[in-house]
C-alpha cells in the first residue's frame, strides 16, 4: 500500500491496487463548534426544502468526509443470459482503466473501485465511466455485465473461484456456504479519524440499516426463480457467520473483543471476514458501509453514496457532542433487516428504534431529514431530494425486475432489463404504467400480476434469445446480440 500526502486539502491519502478502494482521511479539517441539537426528523411530514434545509447547523463538521464507492458487477453470456466465469476476459480487455476494476471471489463477478472522493461530482463521473468501460470491455470480449444483487440465471454454486490461497481457503472452509459470496453489493466507504470514533459512528449508523436496505433492494431473482423478497442478497449474504448487522460497541476495546470472537470460533479465517454491514476497514482509515445491493444504475449508486456519506457526517457530529448511540438491539435489527429485504420500497420498512412499521416514503423522508445536516455540509441536498423523488416514482431495482418479468413471464427478460439500466442508468427508466406483481411466493405458485391477471414463475427458464437491447448512449458501450464463444451450442449448465 502506498501512501500520499495531499496538499490542498492536508489529507492523507491510502490506496492499495485493485481489491481496496481509496480513502482520504482530513487530519485538521474535523472541527466542532456549539453545541448543536438535530431537528425531530421521526415526525416531520413537509418534504419542501427551505435555505434552512441546505446551510449546515452550527456545530456541524464543517468540510465534507471523503468517500469511496465500491461496485460489484456479474459477467453475463448475451445469449442464454446466463452468469458466466469470464471475468478475466472482462478485464484483460480494460487494462486501460488502471486498478480501478478487478477480480472477485468468483471469475463471474468484477468490481469497480473508485478513487477517493470529496464531491458528489467526482463520483458521479466515476461511477458513470466505470460503467460505461466494464461495458466497452465486455462487448469487446463477447460479454456483458449486469447490476444485480443476485444472478438472475446460471448457478452461483457453480461459479469458477478466482485465483488465490485466500479465496481458495474461503470456498473450502465454508461448504455449500460458499455461493453466498456469489453476490454483488455496493459499498460505501467514508473517511473517519480513527478507529475509535469509527466505532461510535457505527453505533449511530445501525439504526438506518434497514432503510438502506430497502432503498437498494435489487435482487428479487435467483437462478430463474422469484425469491419473494427484494433483496435476496441481504439473506443470502447474511447466512454468513460474520454478516449482518454490527453489534453496539460502545469502544474500540468492545469492537476488538467481538472481532477476536469470530476468530476464536473459527467464524472468520481473517480478519477481512469480518462482513458487517458496517466494518472499520483493517487497512484504510474509513468506516465501510456495505449493506446494499449493487445498484440498478450509477444514478442510484450515487444516491446511495451520498446519503451514506450524509448520515455518516451526522454522525460523526452527534459523536463530538457525546450524543449517545440508539441502543437498538442486535436481534431486533436483524429482523428489521430482514423485513426491509423482503419489503423493499414496495412495502414497509420497520424503523428499529421507534418499533413503526413505515411506507416507503414515509420512511425515505425520515433518513433524508437525519442525514440533512450531513448532506448541508456537502452541498448535497438537492441532490439527494431530487434522486430520492425519482427512485419513488419509477421503484426500486427489485421492483424495475419484476415489471420486466410480468411483460411476458421471460427470465431473459429480466437479464436484458439489467443489462441496458447497467448501462443507461435511471434517465432511461420509463414512469410506471402498470403496478409490479406482488412478492411472489415459493417457486411455480400464481399470485395477483400485472393488470390484475395471473402469473407465475416458470420452472423451465432456459431461453436462448439473442439480447435486444436498447441503443447505447454511444454504439461503442455495445453491441446487441454477440453470443458468448461456446459454438452456438445450447445454453451451458453452469458459469
Not at 421521526?42 to 447547523?57: G, K
Not at 446494499?292 to 444514478?299: I, K, P
Amino acid at each position: 500500500m502506498a501512501k500520499q500526502t495531499n496538499s490542498t486539502n492536508n489529507s492523507q491519502i491510502a490506496f492499495c491496487p485493485l481489491r481496496d478502494t481509496v480513502a482520504a482521511v482530513p487530519v485538521r479539517d474535523i472541527q466542532c463548534g456549539t453545541h448543536w441539537i438535530g431537528q425531530p426528523e421521526d415526525r416531520m411530514e413537509n418534504r419542501s426544502l427551505t435555505a434552512e434545509d441546505r446551510r449546515p447547523p452550527v456545530g456541524t463538521v464543517n468540510r465534507p468526509l471523503t468517500f469511496g464507492v465500491e461496485e460489484e458487477f456479474f459477467v453475463v453470456d448475451p445469449r442464454t443470459r446466463r452468469i458466466l466465469s469470464r471475468a478475466p476476459d472482462v478485464l484483460a480487455h480494460a487494462r486501460s482503466f488502471g486498478p480501478h476494476l478487478c477480480g472477485e471471489f468468483t471469475r463471474a463477478q468484477v468490481e469497480a473501485n473508485s478513487p477517493v472522493c470529496t464531491t458528489s461530482e467526482e463520483a458521479r463521473a466515476f461511477l458513470e465511466t466505470a460503467r460505461a468501460e466494464l461495458h466497452r470491455a465486455a462487448d469487446s470480449a463477447g460479454l456483458a455485465v449486469a447490476a444485480t444483487g443476485t444472478p438472475v440465471l446460471g448457478d452461483p454454486a457453480a461459479a469458477t473461484i478466482s485465483h488465490g490461497r485466500r479465496y481458495s481457503a474461503i470456498a473450502s472452509h465454508f461448504g455449500a456456504l460458499r455461493a453466498s459470496h456469489v453476490v454483488c453489493g455496493c459499498h460505501v466507504h467514508v473517511g473517519i479519524p480513527d478507529p475509535a470514533t469509527a466505532v461510535a459512528v457505527s453505533d449511530h449508523l445501525r439504526r438506518w440499516l434497514p432503510f438502506l436496505v430497502a432503498l437498494a433492494a435489487n435482487s428479487p431473482f435467483q437462478s430463474g426463480r422469484d425469491t419473494g423478497h427484494a433483496s435476496w442478497r441481504t439473506v443470502t449474504w447474511n447466512q454468513l457467520p460474520s454478516a449482518g448487522p454490527p453489534p453496539l460497541m460502545r469502544t474500540l476495546k468492545e469492537h476488538e473483543s467481538a472481532v477476536q470472537g469470530l476468530t476464536s470460533t473459527g467464524a472468520i479465517l481473517d480478519r477481512r471476514m469480518v462482513y458487517w454491514d458496517i466494518r472499520l476497514s483493517d487497512h484504510l482509515p474509513t468506516l465501510e458501509i456495505r449493506v446494499g445491493d449493487v445498484a440498478a444504475t450509477a444514478e442510484e449508486a450515487l444516491l446511495l453514496a451520498t446519503l451514506t456519506r450524509g448520515l455518516a457526517t451526522r454522525a460523526l457530529t452527534d459523536v463530538w457532542h457525546g450524543v449517545p448511540a440508539p441502543a437498538v438491539s442486535t436481534h431486533t435489527l436483524r429482523a428489521a433487516v430482514w423485513r426491509a429485504a423482503r419489503e423493499g420500497l414496495e412495502g414497509v420498512v420497520p424503523d428499529p428504534l421507534t418499533g413503526e412499521s413505515l411506507t416507503a416514503s414515509a420512511a425515505m423522508e425520515r433518513v433524508r431529514r437525519a442525514a440533512l445536516p450531513g448532506l448541508a455540509v456537502s452541498g448535497d441536498t438537492d441532490l439527494v431530494s431530487s434522486l430520492l423523488d425519482r427512485v419513488l416514482t419509477v421503484g426500486s431495482g427489485a421492483h424495475r425486475q419484476r415489471v420486466a418479468y410480468a411483460r411476458r413471464e421471460r427470465m431473459t427478460d429480466v437479464v436484458d432489463h439489467v443489462v441496458a439500466q447497467t448501462r443507461e442508468g435511471l434517465g432511461s427508466v420509463p414512469r410506471p404504467r402498470l403496478p409490479a406483481p406482488e412478492h411472489a411466493g415459493p417457486p411455480g405458485r400464481s399470485r395477483a400480476g400485472v393488470g390484475g391477471r395471473e402469473w407465475s414463475i416458470p420452472r423451465d427458464t432456459r431461453e436462448t434469445r439473442p439480447c435486444r437491447s436498447p441503443p447505447a448512449r454511444s454504439p461503442s458501450l455495445w453491441t446487441t446480440g454477440r453470443p458468448a464463444d461456446d459454438g452456438g451450442g445450447p445454453p451451458q449448465a453452469t458459469p
